[in-house]
């Protein structure tokens, strides 16, 4: 599976910016899906899974009720809708997928994509 990730910006706070993981491959429908970051000087982090079906999702407190997860299994992409962005959520943000990885906790991640930078101005 190859993931690529795309949407990421220079966005003011308190803005919205709406990210998007494209996947390769016939099984994306079997897979958990996921998004994490990695900001300046941190060690990357999750933020989101959504089960494969989509019917079952999982935040990090941080972004509890800002962001939203979503997947499209027709178009193979998982999507990352961020609300009421804050400086603090400037990082390079990964899409990972994973076929024994869970939602809850988020672990068992087995393919990366490349990253796409955001960048939240205050």
């Known amino acids: 599976v190859q993931l690529q990730a795309s949407g990421g910006g220079l966005v003011q706070a308190g803005t919205s910016l709406r990210l998007s993981c494209a996947a390769s491959?016939?099984?994306?429908?079997?897979?958990?899906m996921g998004w994490f970051r990695q900001a300046p000087g941190k060690e990357r982090e999750f933020v989101a899974t959504?089960?494969?079906?989509?019917?079952?999702?999982h935040y990090a407190d941080s972004v509890k009720g800002r962001f939203t997860i979503s997947r499209d299994n027709a178009k193979n992409t998982v999507y990352l809708q961020m609300n009421i962005l804050k400086p603090e959520d400037t990082a390079v943000y990964y899409c990972?997928?994973?076929?024994?990885?869970?939602?809850?906790?988020?672990?068992?991640?087995?393919?990366w994509g490349k990253g796409t930078l955001v960048t939240v101005s205050s």
């Open positions: 959504v089960s494969w079906r989509g019917d079952a999702t």
């Open positions: 491959g016939r099984t994306f429908s079997s897979y958990v």
């Open positions: 990972a997928a994973g076929v024994q990885a869970t939602v809850e906790p988020a672990v068992g991640m087995d393919y």
